[in-house]
C-alpha cells in the first residue's frame, strides 16, 4: 500500500526538474491522497483498496508531474535587474552631464569603456550569486564566518604592509600599473550575521552577546581605512538585526530582557564613543559651527547652500567665495557626491522622481522579503534591504551638507568605484537568490536540546533556566486545577 504511494509521488517529482519543491509537493499530494482514501473508507472501503483508488484518482503520474513542473520553478524577479540597469542609465546620463559641463582642464572620465563593462560584469555577477543556493548559510554558519574573518585579516595585513596611503587612509593597493581601492568587504557582514542569529536559534542570552561581538573583529580589521562612516553603517543595520531576531523569538529568552540586553551594551558604546574618541568630537564640533555660521567656501558649505539655492527643475546657481572666484559645485569632489549633483542639475523635481524609483525599487524587496516562508529567506534578504536603506539615508543626510560626517559613502547600483559596484550586485545576487527559492527553503525546527529545557548540562556546566521553570510549574498547576 504504501509503496504505490511512493512509487506514485517518486514518479511525480521525478517530472519536476526544480528540485526544492520536491518535498513540498509531495507533502501536498501525500496529504491529499490520505484525505481521499480516509473518505474512502468511511464508505466501508478497506484500507488498502481505498489507498489504490485514491492513488487511482489523481490520474497519471507524468502528466501530473509533467503539470506541476511548468508551476514549481524558480521565480527570477527580473524586474529587479531591471531597475538596477535603468539606476545605471540614470547614473551616467547625469555623469555625461557633468563631464559637458566642467572645465576641461578638471580631466574628469567618468563615462568610459571600463564604466560600461563594470556593468555588464556587476548583471552577470548578480545572474551567477541568484543561483546559489542561500540555505547554506544555516548550515555553514560559523565556517563561513571564519572564512570571512580570514578574508578581512589576509586584506587587513596587506594594506598594514604595502597599503598606499590616501586622505589619511591605507585603502589602496598597488599592483603593476594598477592602483586600486580596497573594496569595502565590511558590507557583507550582516548576510554573515544572519547565518549565525539562524544557527543560534532556540538558545540564551549568552548566545545574544556571541553574536553582538562577532562584529568587533571585522570592526578592528576595518579601521584606518576610510571606512568608519561604513563599520558604522553596519553596526546599526547587525543591532537591527538582532533586535529582530529576538523580536521573533529566535532565542530562548524572554524578549525584553533580549533587548535590554543588547540596546544598552550598544548605547554605552556609543556614548563612550562620542565622548572619548577625539574624531567624533572633532566631527560634532564641525557639524555645530556648520548649523551656527556655515562657511560658504568649504566643502560643506557649498553643499547646504546647493541645498537651500536649488530650483524646482533645473540648475541651481552658483556660489561665490571671498576670492571672488566661482565654484561650480562640480569642481568639489566630483566623484563622491553624487546626490547633491543631482540637486544642482536637475533640481527638486529630478531629485525626487529618481530617488522615488529607488525607493520603490527598495519597498518592493521589502514587500517581498515579508511575504517569504522561509525565515532564514526573510531575514538574509531583509539584512541586504536594510544595509541599502541605511546606505541610501545616510548619503542624502551628508550630501545635505547639515551632516558631522565628511564621507557619504555609496549609494548602490548609483556609485563610481568599480569594486564597491561589484559588493552590492554581489549582494543583490543574494537578494535574487532569496526570492527565487526562498518560499521552498525549510524552517529547520529549533534543536531539541534547546528547545523548552530547563536544566542544560554541556561542557561541564549546567545551566538551569529559573524563570522559564518557575512558568511551566504554573502552567502545569494551572491545567491540574482546571481538569479539578
Known sequence: MLMNVKEYLD???????????????KKELQDHITDQADALM???IEQQKAFELAVKEMGDPVLVGTELDRVHRPNMRWSFIVFVILFSIVNFSIRFFIEQNIPASYN??????GTVLRLVTGIVVTLAVCHVDFTILANNAQKIYVIYLAIMLVLHLYLTLFGITFNGARNYIHLAFLYLKAPTMIYFFPVVLVGLLYDCRGKSYQAILLCGASFFPIAFLSMGKGNNAAIFIVAVASVILILVSIVRGWFAVKKSYGLLLLLLPSILLLLCIVRFSPYVQDKLEMFYNAVQDPLHYTVKGVLQNNVKTASLFGMGELIAIPSGKIVQLPMILAQDFFTSYVLYYGGWISFALIFMLYFIFIGRGFVLTYRQKSQLGSMTAFAVLILFSLLTLWNVAVNSGFFIEFNPLEIPFFCYSGKASLIFFMLLGILLSVFRTGNYAKNEIIPEDQKNKFFRWKNGTLTIEIQRLSIEIKRQKKERDTIE
Not at 12 to 24: G, L, N, P, T, Y
Not at 108 to 113: P, R, S, V, Y
Open 42 to 44: 468511511q464508505e466501508g
Open 11 to 25: 514518479t511525480v517529482c521525478e517530472q519536476i526538474r526544480f528540485q526544492k519543491a520536491h518535498d513540498s509537493i
Open 108 to 113: 574628469a572620465n567618468f563615462i568610459n569603456l
